[in-house]
């Protein structure tokens, strides 16, 4: 059996053959986002810097290296689709795997996985950043400290944030394909439970400032959406005996 250096080393050849269309569809996101940040740094600053604090910059080149990495990000997240499917056929290719979802499963599956991580995305901007930032602000005014922040350091926390919790909302996504795909079962899913609640936690403390308040509302959605992703990949499997039951008699 081959080890999973190997393995990793015949993905890398894989997708070094596929490079001109990963680097193109990151160049292109890099230049679309570059030129269209000015407006939307503005609106995140307008819409989320707690009224009394001020963003200043400390180097004369930090709104520019802000605006390249935000919009390297936006690249390769735009990359990231493309990469997955570029690995997944070279899987295929290798094993002979047989996608787990009919194509038209799959088109409801990417637009779901799409629709939650957009309402992630809604979800970190209108309702948990303004709070936390705000929360935050007044901690610091109750001790006496001026708020100033830093234009790079403001907006890569606020893009970090909303990033993670965009990707926590796909986990009923990753939980229903991972089943339908063979690679976990159910009732595992349902065993390790309290210990993958308590991952979660720790990784919501690790990826939020230290305190409660953040944990808990980057926590909260991981919990939640493990449990939906547990029901809907059992109410996908209950539906799938039933429909396969008439066709074996």
Known sequence: MASIYEELGY?????KKKLIPIFAVIFAGFIVAYYLLDPVLLRM???????????????????IML????????????????????????????????????????????????????????YSYFLMLPLLLKYLYLMSAASGVAATYS??????FVILLTFILGISFEVPIVIVFAVKAGL???????????????????????????????????GFPLVIFYEVGIQVASFLSRKHVVTASPQAA
């Open 67 to 122: 605006k390249l990495k935000i919009a390297f990000i936006v690249g390769l997240v735009l990359a990231i689709p493309l990469i997955w499917h570029y690995i997944y056929q070279s899987l295929k290719v290798r094993f002979g795997l047989k996608s787990p979802v009919k194509k038209s499963q799959l088109i409801i599956l990417v637009t779901s996985a799409v629709s939650l991580f957009l309402l992630g995305i809604c």
């Open 151 to 156: 234009i790079y350091e403001f907006i890569s």
């Open 184 to 218: 976990v079962q159910i009732e595992t899913l349902k065993e390790y439970r309290r210990y993958v609640i308590v991952v979660m936690f720790v990784l919501a403390a690790i990826f939020t400032p230290p305190d409660v308040l953040s944990q808990l509302i980057v």
């Open 11 to 15: 993905i890398t050849e894989s997708l």
């Open 45 to 63: 600053k307008e819409d989320l810097l707690p009224e009394g604090a001020k963003l200043i910059y400390i180097s004369p080149v930090e709104v």
